[in-house]
């Protein structure tokens, strides 16, 4: 009877210690963050090369006026520069990085020379582009006194 | 003169490359970004200030093979281009200083006057009014005068 007694006990006691656990779970999942990103280039400026020339001069004329501008690409994307052939009062043929043109109405011959480029920055780059004016031509003019000529060109770039 | 150039560009949507991508990326499980390419592009002026080389435009200077006091000399003178662009004789033989797209003055023989009218020096020459014509331009007319001598 006293073994029964403490095994009941017993029992009791032990029944009395249980208390339900506590459980926590977790569940995960993975996702995508689609970035559609474009990269974009500008450029910047008021290019306007001018050549000043006198029929025959011996010495060959170097382009003035402005010839600076400035490229804004995404960091990191190459880009090129590139110039027209045949365009509006002119024809001729662009061979990176150097274009030869001929004025059609002065018969004039003239060159454009385009920098090299470089990736891009995300900061505006700062670009020359050069010309020049052979000398010993002769050009065509009906106007006393001289006369001016433009061309429309096209600076393009890709990237 | 000066004109500016603003020149903005975008990137060339490629959406079924884009989208090809994306469907690759996503059965792959890896990030591929498509490849993409533009263009920018602008006009810009290029200015061309000719000046002639003194004197009028499109002068020409006639030279000859042969001394002054020949006739019948051929010379050839472009005067579209503002230069002589073929003529024949050879300028060390002539007797006047070699004269280009400047004052040449003729001495001409005048009806009913003997002996030339003027002073010879060597910027200038006997010689015969062959033909002449005149030039109108938007401004100006001048005459010009074909000499043989």
Redesign the interface.
């Known amino acids: 009877m006293k073994k029964f007694l403490i095994s009941a006990i017993t029992m009791i006691a032990a029944l009395a210690s249980m208390t339900p656990s506590a459980q926590a779970g977790t569940a995960t999942g993975n996702f995508?963050v689609?970035i559609?990103?474009?990269?974009?280039?500008?450029?910047?400026?008021?290019?306007?090369?001018?050549?000043?020339?006198?029929?025959?001069?011996a010495a060959l004329a170097p382009?003035a006026?402005?010839l600076g501008?400035t490229v804004t690409c995404t960091t990191g994307v190459p880009y090129t520069m590139a110039l027209d052939g045949n365009g509006t009062g002119?024809t001729g043929t662009f061979t990176s990085p150097t274009g030869s043109?001929t004025?059609t109405a002065?018969?004039?011959n003239?060159t454009?020379t385009l920098p090299a480029a470089v990736a891009g920055t995300g900061a505006a780059q700062a670009y020359s582009l050069g010309?020049n004016?052979a000398a010993g031509q002769?050009?065509?003019?009906?106007?006393?006194?001289?006369?001016?000529?433009?061309?429309?060109?096209?600076?393009?770039?890709?990237? | 003169m000066t004109a500016s150039i603003t020149l903005l560009g975008k990137s060339a949507h490629r959406a079924i490359a884009a989208k090809v991508s994306v469907a690759l990326a996503a059965l792959l499980g890896v990030w591929v970004l498509p490849s993409q390419a533009g263009q920018s592009s602008g006009q810009f002026p290029v200015t061309i200030n000719l000046q002639n080389s003194g004197g009028l435009p499109n002068a020409g200077l006639c030279r000859s093979r042969t001394s002054i006091g020949t006739f019948g000399t051929k010379v050839i003178v472009d005067c579209l281009t503002g230069t002589v662009v073929n003529f024949s004789g050879e300028a060390s033989s002539l007797p006047w200083a070699t004269v280009r797209d400047n004052s040449f003055r003729f001495m001409l023989n005048s009806y009913g006057v003997v002996g030339l009218q003027g002073t010879l020096d060597n910027y200038a020459g006997v010689g015969t009014i062959t033909t002449w014509r005149t030039i109108n331009l938007s401004d100006y007319d001048y005459l010009e005068l074909m000499v043989h001598w």
């Open positions: 995508n689609v559609n990103f474009t990269s974009a280039c500008s450029v910047t400026g008021s290019l306007a090369p001018t050549f000043t020339y006198t029929s025959g001069q382009a006026g402005v501008y002119f043109y004025n002065s018969t004039l003239y454009l010309g004016m002769g050009g065509k003019c009906t106007t006393l006194g001289g006369c001016t000529f433009t061309d429309a060109h096209v600076l393009t770039v890709t990237f």
